[in-house]
Each structure stands twice: as structure tokens, then as C-alpha cells.
């Protein structure tokens, strides 16, 4: 049984740590009783991480399969896979063929569940870092030079692009012209009352002979464009939980959205039976003050959004639980669909039972489980899952230090008789028997002192589990769909709907 080190550098990394320097940090990790063991070191140099088709990868797979190895070290966990799914597989494949895994900068115990569920959620949470490291760069690029960059396209109505300088370069930026920016709100105003449909505001606008001031005529489809357009909005954080809902590339980190600047959505919209995808589309903050409330313009896009999607009825609206929520009643999952809207111009989603749709087996719950309501209920015991791993973690840390104190003293002790026994030999007077013997009784000190010294290294990494929990709960606090989706993933097994309503979580851990 072999212990393997796997180290891998990527390509589009130049910086990034070389494969030596990961070999180094993963003999560290070798343990004294360890040191006899047959040590294979595999190396991909110029791999992404994005798939597992690498050569020193897949012989390592190949060793592991043949039951050959009792240990894979690698630097850090991202080093064994970027993606999630491919990471949680391997994963399983270790535990299959007993194979412990450790990672020199991340420490976990994988032979607990607990341990592998960390595992498993640091990964989800480390790719939330990347992108949020992603996104602060975007930021402070944003904040030096290209806040307030129009990003190209038809300037908006209401908005003229003024001259000014950033960085030295002469650009053009983005402004509102004060005269249009009373009938835009108006437009707005008007548009978001209930039983306004887009014809009906045209109606109004000619009646009360507001045409747009730059002398041309209203439609109904000029007027979608603009009602649809971010760069009016006073953009908050509903405004980007819309977008982000929407699968939109949020490009401006979400502490920037404090309900001041308008915003700009670019990219390319792909059409798919009517839907709008906009998963190529991004969003990024300006400069430019808003000038539209962000309830009012969110009321006009629940609005619009109605338009689109009469006759797409079909449509099958997501909710990060998907896959996860179960019919008591008849053991068919649950998938949401949408509802009617209410007279708020809500277009609300519910969980419904695949049992009654498609087979017609089951009558399923006999309240509506709206989707946003489960989701919120979810969210929470998640949160208290967090919370309690957390005190779990902290109680047993407490009896951690006593115990790691206790150690420290044996410690002590042993130092002293060592130091006694070196004392005593220095002196002279020991026969060769004496010495033999002298000689054996430090060994077994210095086997008994490195014993205890594994044991206090042992106890400090579960120190750094706490200290990871800590982190993924507070990472949890910001999570976004995509983030969310993976943690259910990870962490709820199943969701077990009642048929007068009442829910059960069956938890992974
Ligand atoms: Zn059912």
C-alpha cells in the first residue's frame, strides 16, 4: 500500500504555486509511523482543473482502482478538481477503495461523514471565493476606470453621453438629461399601476400629448425597451437578487447595489421558446444616478415579464431546492410550475406533485407549497445547521485544549527525565550495559514525547475544522442561487412534503 502526493499546475495560472513546492508541503503531511510506506508521486503540469483528463491523474485513478493505495496527499483540495460534481466522485471513489485523503492547506478528518461533508462544502464555498475574488477585482476595476464607461450600444432615451476624462483617456459617459427625466419616471409611474397593460399606456401618453422629446413617436415596443432598461433604476440589492434569479453574469459585487446608481445589462439574449435566456447576459453598476425606484421598476418588470409569457405556460420556473422536494403521499418528486398572478402583479411559484401532473396517480398536498416560502423555511435550517456544526465543533474544542494542556505537561515531564538521563550519561560511570540500557530509555522517551506531540497536531486540525465551519456560515449569509443550489445539494437529502402541508428535511449529516 502506497502513499501517493499529486500535485497539478495549470496552464492559464502563471503565478500560481509550482509543482515542487506542492510536493514539499504533501511530504509534510506524511506522518512519522508513515515513514516506511512506498511514496508515488504523480505530477500534471499544465492542466486545468475543469476536467479529470490528465495523465499523472488518471494513473493515480488507475493505482487507487487496484486497491494499491492507502493515502492520497495533494496541496490543496481544488488541486484533485475545480468542479464540484468531478470532486464529489473521486471522493466517493477514495472512500470505496479505503484511500484517506488529505489536503496540507484544508484539514479534515474524510474518514467521518461529518469531515466529508466538510469537505464537500468547502469545495462549493472555495469556487464562491474564486468568483467573489473574481468579483472584487471587477470592482475596483470598475471603481478606477470603467464605472461609468457606457458599455456600448443604442444610448438609452433620457440620456445623453457627455465627455470626461478617466485615467488620462478621453471617454464618454452616461448622463440623464434633467428635462426627460420627469415623463421616464412617469412612464414608470403610470406602467406599474394595476390594469396598465403596455397599449393602455401608449393611450395615456397620447392623450395627455407627452411625446418623447426628441421628436419622434411613442410605441408600445419603444416603450418595453425602456421599461425594460436597468439603466434607469435606482439599483439595490432586490434589483440584483432579480438579475442574479434570472441567471445573469453579475458583474458589480453585490455591496456595490445601494439603491444610488442606474446599471447596464449587455451581452446577447438567446430566445428559447419564447423564455429569454440570459445566462450570456451581464450586468455591471455605473455612475450615473438612477431615477426610477427600485420597487416601482420591479413592478413594471413582474409586469412585462406576464406579457412574455402568456401562452408559455409550459415553462418550468427553478427553484434552488429542485430535485430535492418529494410527495409524501405518492414518493413522486416535486417540480414548481408557475402560478397565477396575484394582484400584485406577482407571478408566484409552487411546488407541485409530478404524481398528479403527469401521472395522475396522486391528489398531492392539499395547500399550495409556494416555492419562495420553502425556500425561506430551507434557507434558515440551514442556517441553524451552520450555527449548531459550529457549537458541535467549539464544545468539542473546549475539552480539546484541557486535553491538549494535559499532553503538554506529559510533555514537560518527559523533557525532564530525558534531560535527567542525558545529565546522568554526561557524567560518566555507566558500564556498557548501563548504557545500552540508558540508551534504550531514551529512545522510548523520544518515541513517547513525538506520540503525544502527534496527538496535540491531531487535535489543533479539528481547531481548524471550527475555523472552516466559521467560515462556511458566514459565506452561507451571502450565498447566491447557483451557491445555494449546491449546498442543498450537499447538504439535504431530502425534503418530504405532507399532504396538509407540513414539511420534513432529512439532512445528509
Ligand atoms: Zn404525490
Redesign the pocket.
Known sequence: MAIVLYARKSVERENSISCETQLEYCKMMIKPNERDKKVITYIDNGFSGGNVNRDGFQKMMKLVRQGKVSKVIVYKLDRISRSLSDFVNILQEFKEHQVEFVSSQESFDTSSPYGEMLVKLLMVFAEFERTSIINRVTQAYAHRSEMGFYMGGRQPYGFELVPTVIHNIKTKKLSPIPSEVGQIQYIFEVYAQENVSLRRLLDILIAEGRQPLNGSSWTTAKLSTLLKNPIYVKADSDVYDYYDRHGVQMITDVSMFTGENGAQLYGHTKHDSGNPDWSDMKLVLLTHAGIVDSDIWLKCQRKLEKNRQIGNSVSNPTSWLAGKVV?E??G?TMTTIKGKVNKAGEMRRYFN?T??SHKKI?T?PKVTIYAEDLENMVYECISAKLADLKEMNRSTRKGDTAEINELKIRIKAIEKSEKQLLDTMLAGGFNDDLLMLANQRATQFKKDRLALQDRIDELKSIGDETDTVVNLARSWKTADYKRKKDVAMIMIHKIIISEDGSTKVLWNI
Open positions: 410527495c403521499k405518492c413522486h406533485c404524481g398528479r396522486c398531492g
